[in-house]
């Protein structure tokens, strides 16, 4: 694909001073702007976004309600720090967040910048709290990348790698994927919940249940590539968490505000989280993150455990304000979970002809599409990953891969139902063009991805 002088010397200059640190590569694209489902590039190329940037323009692109709150706000006050006055749309948006989040009970609010801090928060309060030093998270998952998230999340080796020892007394355990089964088991049917199993073990040999503050979980595993974990599962972590005092916290960076066709991922199982992480779209991709627990929790966690001097910005709150209006107003919750099981539907359709798709999963508008060499052996098939998203791009669909090739269907929830079938038509003609070999080996060498 053709690329400018501009484009080209913008990607240059990049690749020469910015830390490799910060990039998942994969096209090279320098966006400069955005509208509801759509971006355009410098060169003036359009495309249907089938990321939202990583879950976080859930209403769109540079909404005109999120837009016209960003700029009344600027008008009147750019900044206040929480730490040290009051201001009028952070006590209205944590009025918000105590109604929308699941939990019939008295509710305390703290806010951050970023899910990862978030998640360190909701590590500090859960040992505040309980006066117990043990969390449990999961293998695979992404938390973010401070020191904390870095040291619950388990995604992949390159984020821990050269970095350790960070928080002490995180212990990990499988997340309950029933496709790849982490213990080997090839029969979710049969293998009598070998997770849970798993997990009760460690309280044989480790440690005591009264030994652990917190499990943090994220409802729907998002970066491994969209795993759904049973309800059994679900129910059963949650009930021994109640009855050994653990707190249960949903980790809902990705599944947040909207995502699966409910404001949290974890109302999909009847659950009522004792913490719930919230970052990424709540903003609508301003900086701000939150954290929502029972009063009680926040009451054991003193002042400074968590203020940052930028958190809870006006301007990050009232556009917090608009993303919560729009989703209510546009009756985005009911809209994702109708057209999230038609995405599903059309892929499965298209699984019945292509043996390399293996599995279509997910909730509302947080979908991964399985691609293997085989059904049989279920072995990854990266390549092709990387060859259909590089021709989604070529024909101006933007999408990527995740956990080696699981396609991410993410798109921003106001997408309209023509963009979104535009996008599945290119999508398909990609797939047919990758696996009949008419997408070149090169654009490997350009495609990392995770
Ligand atoms: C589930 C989950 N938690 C936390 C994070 C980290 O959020 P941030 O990059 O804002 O720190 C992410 C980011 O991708 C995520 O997907």
């Keep these: 694909m053709d690329i400018s002088n501009k484009t080209r010397s913008i990607i240059d200059k990049d690749e020469k001073l910015l830390s490799r640190s910060i990039r998942i590569p994969f096209f090279p694209l320098v966006v400069k702007s955005g509208r509801g489902a759509v971006l355009e590039d410098l060169e003036g190329r359009k495309y249907i976004d089938f990321l939202s940037f990583g879950a976080i323009s859930n209403v769109g692109h540079n909404h005109p309600a999120v837009v016209e709150a960003i700029k009344e706000q600027a008008e009147s006050l750019i900044h206040c720090n929480p730490a040290y006055a009051f201001h009028e749309k952070l006590t209205e948006l944590t009025e918000e967040l105590t109604v929308i989040t699941p939990g019939n009970f008295e509710k305390r609010v703290a806010y951050g ?6 998640n360190d928060g909701a590590i500090k309060a859960a040992r505040a709290y309980t006066g117990r030093q043990k969390i449990i998270a999961f293998l695979r998952s992404y938390h973010g990348n401070t020191y904390g998230a870095m040291g619950i999340s388990a995604v992949s080796l390159p984020m821990r790698y050269h970095f350790g020892p960070g928080v002490p007394e995180i212990y990990h355990v499988p997340y309950p994927d ?12 049969r293998c009598g919940l070998a997770c849970y199993q798993y997990f009760l073990g460690m309280f044989e040999t480790l440690f005591s249940p009264d030994e652990v503050a917190a499990v943090i979980m994220e409802p729907i595993q998002g970066d491994s590539g969209i795993i759904i974990p049973p309800q059994e599962y679900m129910q059963y972590l949650y009930d021994f968490c109640k009855k050994h005092g653990i707190l249960f916290v949903s980790e809902e960076v990705q ?27 709540l903003a609508s991709g ?7 627990a029972r009063k009680e929790i926040f009451e054991a966690w003193t002042s400074p455990g968590h203020v940052f001097c930028t958190s809870g910005n006006p301007i990050c709150c009232a556009a917090s304000l608009a993303t919560i209006g729009i989703i209510r107003r546009e009756g985005l919750l009911k809209k994702t979970e109708e057209m999230g099981r038609y995405i599903r539907e059309r892929f499965n359709r298209l699984a019945e002809e292509y043996e390399q798709i293996s ?3 997910g909730q509302g508008f947080m979908i991964g599409v399985d691609l293997v060499k085989d059904r049989s052996s279920r072995e990854r098939a990266r390549d092709l990953a990387a060859k259909i998203v590089w021709r989604c791009y070529e024909q101006g669909l933007y999408l990527t891969f995740f956990s080696g090739s699981v396609l991410r269907i993410c798109p921003p929830l106001v997408i309209t139902q023509e963009e979104l079938d535009r996008g599945i038509s290119i999508l398909e003609g990609a797939i047919a063009d990758a696996i009949s070999g008419k997408v070149p080996d090169n654009v490997l060498d350009m495609v990392k991805g995770w």
């Excluded at 029933?178 to 049917?189: I, M, T, V």
């Design 286 to 292: 301003m900086p701000l993150s939150a954290l929502v």
């Design 359 to 361: 599995q279509v999963r």
């Design 255 to 281: 599944t947040g505000m909207g995502r699966t066709g409910k404001w949290f991922g974890i109302e999909h199982f009847n659950l009522e989280p004792d913490i719930i992480v919230i970052g990424k779209a």
């Design 113 to 118: 910048v970023s899910g990862g801090d978030a």
């Design 178 to 189: 029933c496709y790849r089964c982490p213990l080997g088991h090839q029969n979710a049917e």
